[in-house]
């Protein structure tokens, strides 16, 4: 049966790939309300912003009335909640836009979606669910061995991660004390088109092509475990509407790579993609090509060095694996900014 379902931050990275997602695969009626901030993005939903199961609405979650009349007015069985900033580098630099957007427009959310699920009854109360989409950053940080699981210890160690475990701890309260219908879920790093280039691999990417340096922290063996986007979104799906309601559900790639083999193996790749730009160079090693831009950089303050997802509780309760390898992925992500970004031949 067709849904009605509200997405914050849909023009964002992962909203926008979820947004997709809901239209092209499934018959939901989808409403995306974001701020459109710098992240924000709409040409990612060029294909889909004509259907007329989609509608969009220029707003912010931190305002109470403009929350209350969208719920009255199109009455949603799910909220999926993914506004958010995101970024670590800028919370370091000003965090006040992180507790703003995270901690106080999730508040303002949980708050709004109580007074609108208090006045459903029947079936359309029982069918209701608020989906929190978090981060594994909120873990903080993991040493050489282990991974991340649902009832892993919240230990957060920069700005951005600490507005998202407070957001998840006013979600579960919600949940527990209002009895709000809420299920959360935690990814791993994310990549994909449409990607902000402030993030790692289109920042690569980009640099790379320019001929700039392509910064990497301190020695470059961080470790994070990197999932293809369009896989996350059909995952979030999963989580909304089969999930268990106050359960969390770890989202992960299962591709670990340290920072330094990312950086690398996007070179290779646009060593073989893009032959013709004039950065790019016949031979190996970091002396040649691409890789001959690489430059460690100072360490990133509070750098948490691995991250890793166990994801089998979402694999085995809700049969969900991701399709996609991290070479597959990768190759995807780096013809997708070479064919919309960049716009030069590949050979």
């Known amino acids: 049966m067709s849904k009605t379902i509200l997405v914050t931050g849909g023009a964002g990275f992962i909203g926008s790939a979820l947004v997709r997602y809901l239209i092209n ?18 040409l990612s939903l060029k294909s889909i912003e004509n259907s007329i199961r989609y509608h969009f609405i220029h707003g912010d979650i931190c305002d109470q009335i403009l929350l209350k009349r969208i719920l009255d007015e199109y009455q949603p069985d799910l909220i999926m909640h993914l506004a958010a900033e995101s970024h670590v580098d800028r919370s370091i630099d000003a965090p006040n836009e992180f507790i703003q957007t995270n901690i106080i427009g999730t508040y303002t959310l949980l708050e709004t979606a109580r007074g609108y699920y208090a006045k459903l009854t029947g079936n359309k109360r029982n069918q209701f669910r608020f989906h929190h989409v978090s981060t594994d950053e909120v873990y903080g940080d993991l040493g050489a061995t282990g991974l991340f699981t649902e009832q892993t210890r919240y230990a957060p160690s920069s700005p951005y991660s600490a507005s998202k475990a407070a957001s998840d701890h006013l979600v579960r309260a919600w949940g527990r004390t209002y009895q ?80 330094i083999d990312v950086v690398s193996a996007i070179c290779e790749l646009l060593e073989e993609l893009a032959p013709t730009n004039p950065n790019a160079h016949q031979g190996k090693g970091e002396g040649f090509g691409f890789k001959r831009l690489i430059t460690y950089v100072t360490d990133r303050p509070g750098h948490d060095v ?39 031949p590949r050979a």
């Open 306 to 344: 691995r991250y890793a997802i166990d994801a089998n509780k979402i694999a085995t309760e809700l049969e969900w694996k991701p399709l996609e390898t991290f070479e597959s992925g990768l190759r995807k992500t780096v013809i997708w900014y070479l064919d919309n970004l960049i716009n030069k």
């Open 25 to 42: 695969e499934t018959d939901n009626v989808v409403i995306n309300l974001d701020k459109l901030t710098y992240a924000g993005n709409l």
């Open 180 to 259: 709000l219908p809420v299920v959360l879920s935690h990814s791993s790093n994310n990549y994909g088109p449409y990607q902000f280039p402030e993030k790692l691999i289109p920042l690569i990417i980009n640099n790379a092509l320019a001929g700039q340096i392509l910064p990497l922290y301190g020695n470059g063996q961080q470790i994070r475990d990197w999932l293809f986007v369009d896989d996350h979104a059909r995952a979030l799906y999963k989580v909304a509407t089969e999930g268990k309601v106050g359960e969390s559900y770890n989202i992960g790639g299962v591709n670990e790579k340290s920072n």
